[in-house]
């Protein structure tokens, strides 16, 4: 599969724990996009990366949030101190430099208990 | 007011029926317009992409865009129940950063 790939798919945690997603952007694709969807929302979006140049955040990143591409391939994005409004499913998307088509992956699914 | 609104549905048709979906838009800058399909629990899927007013027909779907009264729609012919899921409308300007509708969620009965 070359798609975006996103891990863990879902994930059950406790409120003040800390969580990691990782994105796999499909091979090339040098901007590589986080977005957040609640349900019967559609997604918003949280930050991009170009390489590994996070070059805009969105207001809905607050200070707990915070998103790494660190060799300009995979990217993480890390939640601290879960709250239960952090309940979303975690997009990420990929599109290749001067590209139309932005890919999004299956989707990391937070549910903070 | 967001930037981009969706008709929230939900939808329900027959089989074989057309499908009529609609978003408005406030920012002018948008020139990219999108149609995305999400089934359930998974990530969206692109389905149509248009650039500036006009008409685009892929198979049964056709998408349309009208820039001077910010409105595009997309048309499902000959509904099938594999059709069935949330259609999301998405657009950007040249910073590839898309904003999106809320989404319509279809039901096409059998």
């Known amino acids: 599969d070359t798609g975006v790939s996103q891990d863990p798919r879902h994930k059950i945690t406790k409120r003040g724990q800390n969580v990691t997603f990782r994105c796999d952007p499909i091979s090339e694709h040098n901007r590589l996009y986080w977005y957040r969807q609640t349900l019967g929302q559609g997604p918003e979006f949280l930050t991009y990366f170009q390489n590994e140049a996070q070059l805009e955040k969105s207001r809905l990143l607050s200070d707990r949030f915070s998103a790494e591409r660190p060799k300009g391939s995979f990217s993480t994005l890390e939640i601290q101190r879960t709250e239960q409004g952090d309940s979303a499913m975690y997009l990420c998307a990929s599109i290749v430099q001067a590209g139309n088509t932005i890919y999004f992956g299956e989707g990391s699914w937070l549910t903070v208990v | 007011q967001k930037e981009v609104e969706q008709d929230p549905g939900p939808l329900s048709v027959p089989e074989g029926a057309i499908v009529s979906l609609n978003c408005t838009y406030s920012n002018s800058a948008f020139q990219y317009f999108m149609w995305y399909r999400q089934y359930s629990r998974k990530g969206p899927e692109l389905l149509m992409y248009t650039y500036s007013s006009g008409n685009k027909e892929d198979g049964r779907f056709t998408a349309q865009v009208d820039k001077s009264s910010k409105y595009i729609s997309l048309f499902i012919r000959d509904s099938q129940p594999s059709d069935s899921a949330t259609y999301l409308c998405?657009?950007?300007?040249?910073?590839?950063?898309?904003?999106f509708g809320a989404g319509t969620t279809v039901t096409v009965r059998a």
């Open positions: 998405a657009m950007r300007s040249n910073d590839y950063k898309l904003s």
